[in-house]
T-cell receptor, first 114, second 114 residues
Framework: QKEVEQDPGPLSVPEGAIVSLNCTYS??????FMWYRQYSRKGPELLMY????GNKEDGRFTAQVDKSSKYISLFIRDSQPSDSATYLC??????????????FGKGTHLIIQP | NAGVTQTPKFQVLKTGQSMTLQCAQD?????MYWYRQDPGMGLRLIYY???????DKGEVPNGYNVSRLNKREFSLRLESAAPSQTSVYFC?????????????FGDGTRLSIL
């Protein structure tokens, strides 16, 4: 079963706050994890990609994976109004791509208040 | 650098009409995908093409056909549109199939079936 749970929000925080976005999943076969950002009326764009459990940092963004708990997170430090968007988690099986493709969460709508 | 270009951006159809959605990428990618995005459902894979000359079904292929016209172009056809096919359709491409190949998305076609 491919099921990914993500709170749709909206999540509203003041500018400069640390944002925590989360997804849980039920299929322990998922091995590769991604976060996409989607602005209104635009396509998703890849933000972060990770395979192993632990943290991966890229600028203000940190992706965290806990495979034992089947839980992934995206942290945004020093949040900016331009970070306001919908954030989609996505994951894929070890075999990757193909008919398995990416399994997406439904997305969390994030609003950064100036 | 245009990336993934989808046409048209918007379309309204009547039930039973046919329609072809066009997608072209200029990144010399081998693999291309069609997704639909519905409120509360997330992104779901309709069809994909691992390489030029091949196409395969994804999670929700019923009511659709695809053509990989050449390496750059991948079209999605609705032969007899139904209101349930009202959605936002996204085309994506990647260098190849596999978990290490991030997908790049176009900005979508918003399709309404009356």
């Amino acid at each position: 079963q491919k099921e990914v749970e993500q709170d749709p929000g909206p999540l509203s925080v003041p500018e400069g706050a640390i944002v925590s976005l989360n997804c849980t999943y039920s299929n322990s076969a998922f091995q590769y994890f991604m976060w996409y950002r989607q602005y209104s009326r635009k396509g998703p764009e890849l933000l972060m990609y990770t395979y192993s459990s632990g943290n991966k940092e890229d600028g203000r963004f940190t992706a965290q994976v806990d495979k034992s708990s089947k839980y992934i997170s995206l942290f945004i430090r020093d949040s900016q109004p331009s970070d306001s968007a919908t954030y989609l988690c996505a994951m894929t099986l070890n075999s990757g791509g193909g008919a398995d493709g990416l399994t997406f969460g439904k997305g969390t709508h994030l609003i950064i208040q100036p | 650098n245009a990336g993934v270009t989808q046409t048209p951006k918007f379309q309204v159809l009547k039930t039973g009409q046919s329609m072809t959605l066009q997608c072209a990428q200029d990144m010399n990618h081998n693999s291309m995908y069609w997704y639909r995005q519905d409120p509360g459902m997330g992104l779901r894979l309709i069809y994909y093409s691992a390489s030029e000359g091949t196409t395969d079904k994804g999670e929700v292929p019923n009511g659709y056909n695809v053509s990989r016209l050449n390496k750059r172009e991948f079209s999605l056809r609705l032969e007899s549109a139904a209101p349930s096919q009202t959605s936002v359709y996204f085309c994506a491409s990647s260098e190849g199939i596999g978990p290490h190949q991030p997908q790049h998305f176009g900005d979508g076609t918003r399709l309404s079936i009356l």
